[in-house]
């Protein structure tokens, strides 16, 4: 089994937006990689610059698990991680015992701990650690992680975490991280919506929006939406917060899936994953967050 000190490679499974500057984050601390990512543009942009004995790609998640003690992956949802783990070439069938697997992406927490405990068949061990943070923390590596897992699986995954992020939170056992990245997700998006609709609204009453953005960074409305949106990226017309409308969608949806297995009736959720749905379907799933601003406006204008 390889070792499990800076200088043994780690494994990297999912080479995306978020994905691809954190695995060259872990590039510039002195971490050689085994990579695995279909796309051959990610490939190569990750190459560009790499020492040749520091990086190397292989074709399956399998062959990633044979040359790595721990294993990062970056996957969009948990339908690819499950494909990651149990499909043909998966890492599960090749999982050894002391072996982690990092599911670093936002994923439904029930299948996180179905995951988690098909690896401790093996031996393996399988924890979450979800990002908080902007494509711009990704490649500084300051995102904050929550990490979801025991404190044996945290002291193999710590020294790996810390070359792509500034702040370790551990949030409890497997799961607990997934779902408090879907909930803090939520906060953001109904505070983003809130602030949208504010805009809109205050903007039919002739008010200046540039002193409505320092009236609630000055008061209660404050939030990060508020801080880091409104005059950056919403009245700016940049709309390009680092944040696309499908992934808002996909952390609601999971924040629903919550709501449903502990038999919550989240009605302000609903309302929030019905206005993002919408937003979706007319905007499309790549449009950034912030874009929901614009879709309000079209929404109000159909409306009347």
């Known amino acids: 089994m390889a070792s499990t000190d800076a200088a043994a490679p780690v ?6 937006m978020m994905g691809l500057p954190m695995a060259r984050c872990l590039l510039r601390s002195g971490r050689a990689l085994v990579a695995c990512d279909p796309a051959e543009a990610a490939r190569q942009v990750l190459a560009e610059g790499a020492a040749p004995d520091r990086l190397r790609f292989v074709g399956t998640p399998a062959e990633v698990a044979k040359a790595c003690d721990i294993i990062v992956t970056m996957l969009p949802d948990s339908r690819i991680v499950a494909q990651v783990m149990e499909g043909p070439g998966g890492l599960l069938a090749v999982l050894r015992p002391g072996q982690l697997v990092i599911d670093m992406g936002s994923s439904v927490p029930g299948e996180t701990r179905r995951l988690a405990e098909a690896a401790a068949g093996r031996g ?6 979800p990002v908080s943070g902007s494509v711009v923390k990704a490649k500084a590596g300051t995102l904050a992680i929550m990490v979801g897992g025991d404190d044996a699986a945290f002291a193999k995954a710590e020294p790996v975490l ?3 992020g500034e702040t370790l939170i551990r949030t409890g056992a497997v799961g607990s991280a997934h ?3 879907a909930l803090n997700n939520y906060v953001y998006a109904a505070g983003l919506l809130a602030t949208a609709e504010a805009l809109r609204m205050a903007e039919r009453l002739g008010l200046d929006l540039g002193i409505l953005a320092d009236v609630l960074n000055a008061s209660s409305g404050r939030n990060v939406a508020t801080e880091t949106k409104v005059k950056q990226e919403i009245l700016s017309g940049r709309y390009a917060g680092g944040f696309q409308l499908g992934l808002m969608r996909k952390d609601l949806e999971t924040a629903g899936a919550i709501a449903a297995e502990t038999g919550f009736n989240a009605q302000a959720l609903a309302l929030c994953r019905n206005l993002w749905n919408e937003a979706v379907a007319a905007l499309g799933p790549k449009a950034d967050n912030t874009e929901i601003h614009r879709f309000l406006g079209g929404r109000s204008e159909t409306s009347r």
Not at 124 to 129: E, F, G, N, V
């Open 11 to 16: 494994g990297f499974i999912g080479l995306g």
């Open 124 to 129: 393996a061990m399988l924890i979450d650690a």
């Open 162 to 164: 810390r070359g792509m």
């Open 179 to 181: 779902a408090m990245k």
